[in-house]
T-cell receptor
Framework: DAKTTQPTSMDCAEGRAANLPCNHSTISGNEYVYWYRQIHSQGPQYIIHGLKNNETNEMASLIITEDRKSSTLILPHATLRDTAVYYCIVRDNDYKLSFGAGTTVTVRA | GAGVSQSPSNKVTEKGKDVELRCDPISGHTALYWYRQRLGQGLEFLIYFQGNSAPDKSGLPSDRFSAERTGESVSTLTIQRTQQEDSAVYLC??????????????????FGPGTRLLVL
């Protein structure tokens, strides 16, 4: 069963905010929402994670709805180097990470 | 600080030869994970280490694959008698801890750049 659903692809203009949605309607109380991205030919890069509260770090912000059934990753000022596949996953203590198809984000000049 | 490093970055070998892939985790990280990613596909879990022990080797594809970790730092993944189907990117990740409350900061996995293995 897919634990998360994400749009297949999205485009974003350079310098604008990129808002990446993720649905996780079956998330359980002890599962975290994690975001990774994978730039072509590179290893996955951790972006951010959260449980209930919104989170912000130097890379992005994570907005989690009150019912925790969906979330949005926000890249505040997208650059060409942010072009990548973005993966939203939910996990508790399952150490075997598994990525779905993710969202292919293309940032255009 | 320094992230996870892997070497070599690329490896081309002939079918039947043995290869060794190396992973240097983030300093102080007790848990280390190996994954495989075939072209255009998702992550395939291979093995993890808690300290120097490997409680879960269930993902190793065959007995040609083995891994070890010494001194709670460097890990080596060895593939003996390589086959063409072993061609993939081999990824290493590390986390500060393992088996705590579950899924939180200390169990966040940070990945290295990977080793691209091509078996001819």
């Amino acid at each position: 069963d897919a634990k998360t659903t994400q749009p297949t692809s999205m485009d974003c203009a350079e310098g604008r905010a990129a808002n990446l949605p993720c649905n996780h309607s079956t998330i359980s109380g002890n599962e975290y929402v994690y975001w990774y991205r994978q730039i072509h030919s590179q290893g996955p890069q951790y972006i951010i994670h959260g449980l209930k509260n919104n989170e912000t770090n130097e890379m992005a912000s994570l907005i989690i709805t009150e019912d925790r059934k969906s979330s949005t990753l926000i890249l505040p000022h997208a650059t060409l180097r942010d072009t990548a596949v973005y993966y939203c996953i939910v996990r508790d203590n399952d150490y075997k990470l598994s990525f779905g198809a993710g969202t292919t984000v293309t940032v255009r000049a | 600080g320094a992230g996870v490093s892997q070497s070599p970055s690329n490896k081309v070998t002939e079918k039947g030869k043995d290869v060794e892939l190396r992973c240097d985790p983030i300093s102080g990280h007790t848990a280390l994970y190996w994954y495989r990613q075939r072209l255009g596909q998702g992550l395939e879990f291979l093995i993890y280490f808690q300290g120097n022990s490997a409680p879960d080797k269930s993902g190793l594809p065959s007995d040609r694959f083995s891994a070890e970790r010494t001194g709670e730092s460097v890990s080596t993944l060895t593939i003996q008698r390589t086959q063409q189907e072993d061609s993939a990117v081999y990824l290493c990740a590390s986390s500060l801890a393992f088996g705590l409350a579950g899924g939180g900061e200390q169990e966040t996995q940070y990945f290295g750049p990977g080793t691209r293995l091509l078996v001819l």
